[in-house]
């Protein structure tokens, strides 16, 4: 959005959103489970940079006022929430959750919290949309919605969530965004910068948890490891669905065994993986990777890979090549000098 300033400036303003990903969150596989509300403070990472995130926690405060308690880093912004996501259980149709936030930056922030809807990007960022499928943006209120942050502080933001009557049952969604406006450069350019914590809402009814996988992809011919395999994982039922910790995906395959970093596929939403495999030496391998649902159908998908070590066999093939032509070469000297000596021999007897 432009913005016309005196003089005939413009001022350009953008927006910066990092979304928070927990992979010590518990796995959400079937409506009914919940993530604990007593959040730890986790540095936000930019969505997408890592399936799994990184996260440092400290013990739960006892006081929801501002504290100073926290050690800040070199840096203007540098802010952070926890916990990096809420996921609401049937059974809580009504609640309120806390979500810490702190300024570890060295610069007083003003903090404003907005719900957001948004649907699940490819490569696990939160895309938002301002009518996105399965909001939940008209279901929570949080308070409050305005505050101020000095560097090391914290506040705590209540969200209170009730669901409408007769919703649709399954999975609904919306991100609470904690944006900090930044001021005016030099190129008359504003950045916003935020953080966004999703909250996911499971609606008591008729759940469908079913995941599919397809598109396993990985190169058909290779030298050695390691082999970089990628696949599609889509969720066609009503819950979204967690590959985390004891149900993360592996590949099924010849030589190390490997697996797919942590990740959640929101509903109706399509995730793209990718781990790295490391093969045999030498095989025609298969690696093969299963989604087990929780009715108990399956769907695998295979891929081929035949790796041969040219490198190693022209190593080889070298290493051979230079015996062969020592021994040829020895042979032919020990040729020579049998000949040398027989022709002395020779004119020996004929003196």
Known sequence: M??????????ATATLLWACTAPAAPAV??????TPTTPTPTTATPAGSTPAGSSTTTPPWSNPAQTTSYSTVPAGFSLTVSPTRIVVGPQESTGT???LVVNRGQARATVTVQERDF??????????????????????????????????????VRAAVAVPPAPEPGDHQVALVFLVEAGVTEANVRVNRGVATPIYITVSGPAHDFSTITDLAAPGF???????LSAKVHDEGTVHRDFRGPTALRVSASGESATFPD???????????????????????????????????????QAQVVVVPLHLIGVVLGALL???????????????AVATAAARVNESGDA
């Open 222 to 228: 290779v030298l050695d490891g390691p082999v970089r």
């Open 119 to 156: 649907v699940g990007g490819a490569d696990g960022s939160l895309v938002f949309q301002e009518r996105a499928p399965y909001s939940a943006s008209e279901w929570v209120a949080v308070s409050p919605t305005t505050f101020d942050l000095g560097p090391g502080t914290s506040q705590v």
């Open 29 to 34: 596989t079937a409506p009914g489970t919940t």
């Open 322 to 336: 230079v015996l062969w032509l020592a021994y040829r070469l020895a042979r032919r000297r020990y040729r020579a």
């Open 2 to 11: 432009a913005h016309p300033l005196r003089g005939g400036a413009v001022l």
């Open 97 to 99: 959750h806390e979500v």
């Open 263 to 301: 990740f959640t596929v929101l509903r109706g939403g399509t995730r793209d993986i990718s781990t790295d495999w490391e093969p045999p030496l030498f095989c025609v391998c298969y690696p093969s990777v299963t989604v087990t649902n929780a009715n108990g159908v399956t769907r695998t998908v």
